[in-house]
């Protein structure tokens, strides 16, 4: 696509930030770019060694597609009392054209540029041939050209209020300013600090300065050109990844061309140093790169996948039954631009679908203009468009169309906690029809055995919990805990073989402290860590979405309310390695937490597919969640539990229902746990109110619950211990009913070893099969106060030799 309209500029053929490469012997600094009827004339300063001695020059190469440059020439004759070099800018005056640029006299073996240095100005016709150099006084006409004192990166711009003065900055005492109406007579106006290399231009009746510091490139901006403030942070560009740049970025020179056929960019020019260890002082290469708002710099540097060896992907990672026709509406209309809500198309601020070009300044520059708007439409489409971490802001739409797709980068470090962040942020819709993917694989190692595949010609493995506090490396082969776990890919090193940590991202779209937020008709796909964070939200749809994960990725959750109230989850279909619904509120959001609504989901997950929990420290209440759907069609093991509700480190938990639920291949259908885990250490108290002791859990109702294939027993347990005084602290999980629950064990064999004395599980991670075997096959309970069982059949398999309830410290009772 071309961007640029008539300058043919395509930016989906750049293919790196490189203009003119440093060689063994010519290195290419300080660049200045003019264009004229669709070329591009780059001037500069040519390095180049010949044996002992360097020389100077002004170079010029030129492009009229910013992809193709010609053999640099030299402008100017090696002079060592001279050595012209570092133009500034191609100024036109009265009809002519002036090349500014300085002399860097080294006649005496000098490194750098004597007291003699100046600055001078070259005329020129067709900008490839120039005049004589002509001295410009800038001191002044009564300042003697030997009393000028050393002034080196001059850059020459018109007024912007009477358009017959122009200035002149140039390095020295910081940056010098002086003007002059004729280019002869000049007179002296003032200095400000500031870096070298000084491009001066004006914006929107600013003036900007862009400058180098020690390293970067810098921005100031004045009104009057007598008070400057800083216009934004230094900026580095992607200097951390280019060998070629690895000592310095420097010398930014800003071509408008804004006003060629409406592009609205501007194109940077800068160079990079890598001196090689000082062999070649002065060496360096010349980049490029593209904004439209001086902050966003689209860099063209292509990702560089961290663990290039990783990202493969097996048969059983994926489920390929997900009815995404059901879900998703491929269909949906894209939005059109009006005064009231514009668009925003990422591809208008330099994105490009290219495979493996990272496009995250394309995102943000879009995300803040649409917010420097007033909010609109970010539109992305036609193609898959590699990023890294983009921030959203109020009253914005991102709307990925069906044949659009917003990809993760697969680089370490372009990721900073989440692919997409939006923090505080109101009004904010998510939609469209089209993919946001994580390329999770890429985050994590191989794993040790290959997706387990039910198949009919074969018999289900044995059911084997292993016994409570078996490490994960000491488990049998027999055991559901080692066959899932070694099927999981994790980021850590989990079998200490000093590889270290992938240094993931924690979630793939991180929604912080917002309100009023829709995300529907939307797939998100491969996530790296947690598919979807909603965190201290408030006022929250997710209605058609589609999570569509490799199933095993290690931490992979689907859905994660996290300190957030008033939250509708609404027809999604989740498949995924981690817990698939997760409601929980650690010690961080630092509230409490109130009406959740879950309904018409389906869930396939290794882990649990509805869970409250582990992360519990705030309270959480009046939880509805009804007419969902948890199986796992194709994998063995089963998924780990179906409804997980679980306080470990001091939450509340109370006014819970959950009613007609389908359950299939879920190896336990419900597991409810108190414990006293206390993850965020809560000092000691006798007070076994202090969440030391743990939390409650409190007026549970689970209706109408239909599982078939389940595995291991339902687990719904308090707990009892010991205090430093030897005092018994019983916390008892209360007010429980189970109406109409109906259950068919899978009828293989069982390997059960159930110990002598069940141990009160007090700060384990609350999971059922880190609990070990019980005496029951249908339901187990202990400290409970007030549990009816109303309507409960479970149907055992042939090889069961246990009954079918024990009930241990539980007062039976009717809610």
């Known amino acids: 696509m071309t961007i640029l309209g008539e300058t043919k500029m395509n930016l989906a053929k750049i293919k790196g930030p490189v203009v003119l490469a440093q060689t063994e012997k010519r290195g290419y600094r300080d660049p200045a770019a003019f264009y004229h009827e669709g070329t591009c ?26 992809i193709h440059w010609s053999e640099p020439v030299s402008l100017t004759e090696r002079a060592k009392e001279k050595e012209y070099s570092s133009p500034g800018n191609l100024f036109a005056f009265q009809g002519k054209y002036y090349l500014c640029m300085q002399t860097y006299c080294r006649e005496n073996g000098e490194v750098y540029g004597n007291e003699k240095s100046r600055i001078y100005t070259m005329e020129t016709e067709d900008f490839e041939h120039f005049e004589e150099p002509v001295l410009l006084k800038v001191k002044g006409d009564n300042v003697r050209e030997e009393d000028m004192g050393r002034m080196i990166d001059p850059c020459l711009l018109r007024d912007k209020d009477d358009p017959d003065k122009i200035w002149c900055f140039y390095k020295q005492n910081g940056v010098s300013y002086s003007w002059s109406y004729d280019m002869v007579h000049w007179t002296y106006a003032g200095r400000t600090d500031c870096g070298e290399n000084v491009c001066a231009l004006t914006i929107d009746d600013t003036y900007y300065l862009m400058h180098s510091p020690e390293n970067g490139i810098g921005l100031l901006k004045s009104e009057d050109l007598r008070h400057f403030e800083e216009a934004g942070p230094v900026n580095f560009l992607s200097q951390s990844r280019w060998p070629w740049a690895k000592d310095r970025i420097t010398a930014g020179f800003l071509l408008d061309m804004t006003k060629e056929a409406g592009a609205g960019f501007y194109m940077l020019f800068y160079h990079g140093d890598n001196e090689r260890n000082g062999t070649f002082p002065f060496g360096a290469s010349i980049g490029m790169a593209v904004t439209k708002d001086l902050k966003n710099y689209i860099t063209f ?3 560089e996948p961290t663990y290039p060896n990783l990202g493969n992907v097996y048969e059983g990672d994926y489920y390929r039954g997900i009815p995404r026709e059901e879900y998703i509406d491929k269909s949906q209309v894209i939005p059109q631009a009006s005064p009231e809500r514009p668009v925003f198309d990422i591809r208008d601020f330099g994105a490009a679908a290219i495979p493996g070009r990272v496009n995250t300044a394309a995102f943000q ?16 489409q036609d193609g898959s468009y590699v990023t890294g971490t983009f921030y959203l802001y109020d009253n914005t739409t991102l709307f990925v169309a069906s044949n659009g797709e917003i990809e993760a980068t697969r680089e370490n470090g372009r990721i900073k906690t989440a692919l997409l962040v939006a923090e505080g942020t109101e009004n904010l819709v998510i939609t469209g029809g089209g993919c946001i993917c994580g390329n999770g694989e890429w985050y994590v190692y191989e794993p040790k055995l290959k997706p387990a595949l039910l198949r009919d010609d074969r018999p289900h493995p044995p059911t084997h919990l292993a016994p409570r506090g078996t490490a994960d490396r000491m488990l049998p082969e027999t055991a559901l805990r080692y066959n899932y776990r070694r099927r999981i890919r994790f980021s850590e090193d989990k079998y200490d073989e000093n590889v270290g940590s992938t240094q993931r991202p924690e979630f793939m779209v991180y929604l912080k402290n917002c309100r009023n937020v829709r995300m529907e008709n939307i797939v ?85 597919a509805f869970k409250i929990g582990t992360e519990t420290r705030w309270n959480i209440s009046d939880i509805l969640v009804e007419r969902c759907r948890f199986f796992m069609p194709d994998l063995f093991p089963g998924t780990t539990s179906g409804i997980a509700i679980e306080s470990a480190d001091g939450s509340h938990i109370q006014n819970v229902t959950v009613r007609d639920i389908e359950m299939k291949h879920v190896t336990c259908p419900i597991f409810i746990c108190l414990n006293m885990r206390n993850r965020y250490g809560v000092p000691y108290s006798c007070d076994s109110s202090s969440p030391y002791w743990g939390g409650r859990i409190q007026n549970i109702l689970l209706e109408r619950i239909h599982a078939e294939d389940m595995e291991v027993p339902c687990i719904l347990s308090g707990f009892q211990a010991a205090g430093k005084g030897g005092e018994t602290v019983r916390k008892g999980i209360e007010d429980i009913t189970i109406r109409g629950f109906r259950a068919v064990y899978l009828d293989n064999e069982e390997i059960v070893n159930v110990p002598e004395v069940i141990e009160e599980y007090l700060d384990g991670y609350p999971e059922n099969n880190l609990f070990g075997d019980v005496d029951a096959y249908g339901i187990w309970a202990r400290h409970c106060d007030r549990l009816a069982l109303e309507g409960v059949d479970i149907v055992p398999r042939s090889a069961n030799t246990r009954e079918r309830i024990k009930l241990y410290d539980v007062e039976e009772g009717r809610n």
């Open 524 to 608: 998100l796909k491969d996530a790296m860590a947690w598919t979807l964070n909603l965190f201290a939200c408030e006022d929250v749809l997710v209605k058609d979405v589609v999570i569509d994960n490799n199933r095993h990725v290690a931490n992979t959750d689907g859905i994660d309310i996290t300190g957030s109230s008033r939250v509708e989850i609404d027809h999604c279909f989740i498949s995924t390695a981690d817990d698939g619904i997760v409601v929980k509120n650690p010690e961080n959001t630092g509230t409490d937490m109130s009406e959740i609504h879950v309904h018409d989901c389906q869930v396939i997950t290794v882990m649990n």
């Open 301 to 303: 540097e292509p990702e």
């Open 365 to 380: 520059a879009a995300a803040d203009a649409c917010e420097a708007a007033g909010g609109g439409v970010i539109l992305v």
């Open 41 to 66: 004339y780059l001037y500069f300063t040519m390095v180049e060694q010949e044996g002992t001695e360097q020389y100077f020059t002004i170079g010029l190469s030129k492009s009229r597609d910013f």
